[in-house]
């Protein structure tokens, strides 16, 4: 499709991005991105697309899952875009439950059986891990080792925790705290990832928050980036214009949209979610019914769910 000239002028300077990263911020980039036209943002991605392959291809060794990344010097993971993950993130249906030893044993046995029914991960809620009988560890140590417990990171002290704990930090105002919470944690080995909950942080402007995670990633952090909000009323062209720009952002390490955790809302937003290349869904609940309705979605778009173990 045609593009007029000053796109496609713009369009030879960002397809220099990971270069240009040296002497742009990411917040000039990502505004030069969004001066693009429709029709020039489409033609970037598939720039972005054919470079990452180039560099896939004159790196070095390519094992079929990772490859050397020749710019950072990495051995990277491929991004499975064919391949669809779910997670589960219960809200405050979990968190507003009445809690005792019984109700403990009784979450950890949903949570296997969730896992069990192709379920990657679990999203613990705030309050439901400040209640006492629901210890992180105990539930993370109870799961199968490859069944990740997305824990928030507040008063998670700086220990070392079971492999499949993942220390979630809910993206703030000041990126300072944000950097200090994960780095403490970084040091000793535990993984950490960035999420935005509340539709507060979720209405920002979508090129700052694309700036702030940018900036986690290079420090060493993120290994997920969770869009997930709280309210089950939210504005689905948020989500669709975050997930554009962060899809945008040419980071170290694995591309941002194999890091992204996207709330599954209508057929809608699934849809776009999966022509962005996100493979990673967050649900609320996995009954049949529900899991049928994604399965349909995904394999429409010529996709394969994951199933239990995979």
Known sequence: SKINVL??????????????????????MLSS?????????????????????????????????TYYDSQSGMTVPLHDE???S???????????????????QSLITTLAEAHEAGIAGFRLPEMAKSMSVLDPVLIAESL??????????????????????NLLVELQDSREIVEESISKHLVIGTQTSVGLFDTFYLDQDAIGIATNVASLIDKG??????????????????????VEQLSYLDVVGPT??????????????VEECLDFGVNKLAVRNFDKTSLDGLRNIIEQKG???????E
Request: glycine share 6%.
């Open 7 to 28: 796109d496609y002028l713009e369009l030879l300077l960002l397809s220099h991005s990971s270069s240009l990263r040296t002497h742009w911020s990411d917040q000039t």
């Open 33 to 65: 991105l969004a001066r693009l036209s429709p029709k020039a943002r489409t033609a970037h991605r598939q720039l972005e697309v054919f470079r990452r392959s180039r560099r896939l291809l004159v790196g070095t060794t390519n094992t079929g899952s």
């Open 82 to 84: 064919e391949t669809v």
């Open 86 to 104: 779910l997670y589960l993130d219960p809200g405050a249906s979990l968190s507003t439950m009445e809690t005792d030893d019984h109700q403990s």
């Open 144 to 165: 199968a080792p490859d069944c990740t417990l997305f824990v928030p990171s507040p008063g998670m002290k700086a220990v070392a925790y079971p492999g499949n704990i």
């Open 221 to 242: 952090g993120c290994s997920f980036v969770w869009l997930c909000p709280n309210e089950d009323d939210f504005c689905e062209d948020t989500i669709i214009e975050l």
């Open 256 to 269: 941002v949209k194999s890091r992204l955790v996207v709330r599954a809302g209508s057929e809608d937003l």
């Open 303 to 309: 996709k394969r769910l994951v199933s239990g173990h």
